[in-house]
């Protein structure tokens, strides 16, 4: 048993009633996902499990395969919705920079992680599916670098209006009759290349400073947004080499903002399917394989790769050259070379990609022993800081995990046996410094 200090993260992924693109066709409700008891269980069960969050992502169009309900609620109308089913348990939404207002962004966060006493985080993205864009009364999506430089000013924007009301504003006196002092409620007067914004915010400081900041893109520019702003930052990851890689050139990204390199933690996908055989696990994700919807499957493959379904053959190897050349302004850098790499370095067809979740999130099956040794390993040779879960089905996988694997990494003492901390920002061990990080550039 190790006696290190240092302990994992862990978030559970929501997305659907699950990650298995089938998933919902095993499930008693099929229909799961607009129920909210379904929400409040996975709730209660990742806050028995001692997780740090749940992370809810987001897309802001159809997308994923219409044929299951990978499409999503609102993220902070779920969450508050089931705030109240919990006491420690962390909430991490999924909000765009590129089709999204900052002073309401700033102001519906804020307001949740009061309600939460400051169990809130943002999980800022850019959105790359071009099919959001024709929601928001915009043809093209504008391209990365131009998503990038607007989510820096964005962001910039957000986190001035959660410092306008200094940490001692509120005085609330009832004697004097003084609610705030003046003096320390501040407008920000922001004019920027993309917003104007006068402020200050409605509502005083956060609990924890401000809502925990999460940054998932991984191309150089998402690198360098995470590396200026973000308390943590969501990765995909399926190889142990590469993710050490990752880990070591971010975190001195950090380091070169002046930072501390702790002060950002790195959290990689995984997937875990778990049986208590090697056997039952494979048997597991070979019955929800059988009922996948394979032509829906290469759409969104297509997608990923920023090229057309048709350019997919289903038992030939990716279209490299292709995919090279394709446009890569409609996929997520970061995804995309993590496909390709998983791909190539395997020699697979783009059937057996599909099976092994295309390539995004490390799928990894095996008995709960097995599970926690490969998570033990990513944590204490430096290739994660901890692991944002993703899970076949709800809420079955999550309570395998819960029962048979946290037992596991708890007595290795590589995981909490209970909370100690209240705001999410502590528990993450990120705690937030005013004028630590400059914001004004
Ligand atoms: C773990 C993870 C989760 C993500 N979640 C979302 C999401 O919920 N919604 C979304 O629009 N983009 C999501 N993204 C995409 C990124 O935030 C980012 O916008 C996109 O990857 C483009 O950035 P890149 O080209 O720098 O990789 C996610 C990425 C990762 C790695």
Known sequence: MSNNKRKMHLNCHIVGVGQHPAGWRTQNDTRAFINPHFYQEIAKLAELGKFDALFFSDSLS????????????DPLIVSSSILSVTKYLGFICTASTTFSDPFILARQFLTLDHLSQGRIGWNAVTTYNPAAAKNFGKILLPSSLERYTRAKEFIQVVMKLWESWGKEALIADARSGMFADPAQVNSIDHHGQYYTVTGPLTLPRSPQGMPLLVQSGSSEAGQALAAKFADIVFTSQTSFERAKHFYRCLRAKVKA?????????????????IGSTLAEAQERKAKMDELRNVDEDIIMLARQLGIEPDDLKLHQPLPYQLIEKSSKDIVSKGFLSEIVNFARTRNLTVYQLILQNMGMHRMLLGTPEMIADDMEKWFLESAADGFNLNFDSFPDALQVMVDHVIPIL????????????????ERFGVAYCQGKREISD
């Open 62 to 73: 159809l997308h994923g395969h219409p044929h299951g309900p990978s499409q999503m609620l």
């Open 257 to 273: 903002q002046k930072r501390s390199e702790n002060s950002l933690k790195i959290l990689p996908g995984l997937f875990p399917i």
């Open 410 to 425: 708890q007595k290795r003492n590589l995981f909490r046996s209970d909370y100690t901390e209240q705001t999410i920002r």
